[in-house]
């Protein structure tokens, strides 16, 4: 009885001691993690190949496990991003992606989710490398009014910058945005927008109708090949366009549960948003939708993004999905933010993990 009470004793005056050194604790524990977090970089490791990264899987209904849709794509040692919604800086930075590896960023459209999170991306490029060039926004005709409109938004911040931190820094020629639009010809038809160092991107209509002038992209890589669906309902053009591709990174709508969504705000009066509800399903695809295309195109694997609705309750992927496993051959996953899907070049490997925390 004596040694037991001994052994509370000294524990109580362990926790005693650790209780009052909390924050001489915290502060050490701070300075290790914030020493290996400042100084990452996960793409440097990564092996030669396209890279697929999610920076935002989530759309415009709120949803606290998801920043708004964002792809980062990384050949060799090039990064693009696939459209900017609201917290895909943060998410890259939480995988400890630096955004002044950002060259440019591709707009499949111009809806607000896809674009909000811009800001965010070009000042933490901009001061992250001292970069001396704005931000290339690459996108169908409209592209350079939203550039120009973004960099008038935040001139005044960026003369604050310049000024506060210097123009070694915070170079006055590397604020804010250039727009730099393709044309596409009429008809299912796509074009190369960029082909450079074994590197292709093409882009293609999808049918995401009122919205219009609508893309996905294709990028092609040593052997390699990813599609970004950008937002679309099922179209042939997309599966024509994804033919063979080692991955289909697809936005993804289902019909069910955005339909309880629908009666749950007309039963408590909100007319507008049971009305909005109702009108999003018919220009977004659903996972079996999306599991069709994915097999008619010969694609091996599906990444959803862009999930609507959230799914904040274990177990409602299964009624998201539907049917769709059964209606695809290959891999398929929901995605969720900070997943990394890697196509090493040489191999016809696809791997999957989850950067940071």
């Known amino acids: ?84 919604g609201e917290g895909a800086a943060e998410t890259l930075a939480r995988a400890g992606i630096p955004a002044g590896r950002i060259e440019e960023v591709f707009l499949t459209h111009f809806h607000s989710d896809h674009l909000d999170g811009l800001g965010a991306i070009a000042l933490q490029r901009w001061v992250g490398r001292a970069a001396t060039t704005p931000l290339t926004l690459v996108g169908p005709p409209g592209v350079e009014r939203v550039a120009g409109g973004l960099t008038e938004l935040y001139a005044i911040d960026n003369g604050y910058r310049t000024a506060h931190h210097g123009a070694a820094v915070a170079p006055p020629s590397g604020a804010g945005f250039l727009g730099q639009p393709f044309a596409l010809p009429p008809g299912p038809s796509s074009v190369v927008v960029l082909n450079e160092g074994g590197l292709k991107i093409t882009a293609f209509r999808v049918d995401h109708g009122p919205v219009e002038p609508a893309v996905g992209y294709r990028f092609d890589y040593k052997g390699r090949s990813l599609v970004v669906s950008g937002d679309t309902s099922a179209t042939p053009n997309l599966v024509a366009q994804a033919r063979g591709a080692d991955l289909l990174v697809h936005d993804a709508l289902s019909p069910p549960l955005v339909r309880r969504l629908q009666a749950a705000a007309a039963g408590a009066g909100q007319k507008n948003r049971a009305k909005i509800l109702g009108d999003i399903i018919n220009y977004h695809a659903s996972p079996e939708d999306v599991a069709r295309e994915a097999e008619s195109a010969k694609v091996r694997a599906v990444l959803l993004t862009h999930i609507v609705p959230p799914l ?46």
Request: hydrophobic share 50%; charged share 25%.
């Open 1 to 84: 009885m004596k040694r037991t009470a001994w052994t509370l004793l000294a524990l109580v005056a362990v926790m005693a001691v650790a209780w009052l050194l909390r924050g001489p604790i915290a502060l050490a524990v701070t300075d290790r993690m914030l020493s290996k977090t400042i100084a990452a970089d996960a793409v440097a490791g990564l092996p030669d190949g396209l890279h697929a990264f999610v920076c935002g899987s989530g759309s415009p209904l709120p949803d606290k496990d998801r920043a708004g849709p964002c792809l980062a794509v990384i050949a060799g040692n090039r990064m693009f991003l696939v459209d900017a």
């Open 312 to 357: 904040p309750v274990r177990g409602l992927e299964v009624p998201f999905l539907g049917k769709a496993r059964s209606l695809f051959s290959g891999k398929l996953w929901i995605a969720r933010d900070r997943d990394m899907i890697s196509l090493p070049a040489g191999s016809d490997r696809i791997e999957k993990r989850r950067l940071g925390r």
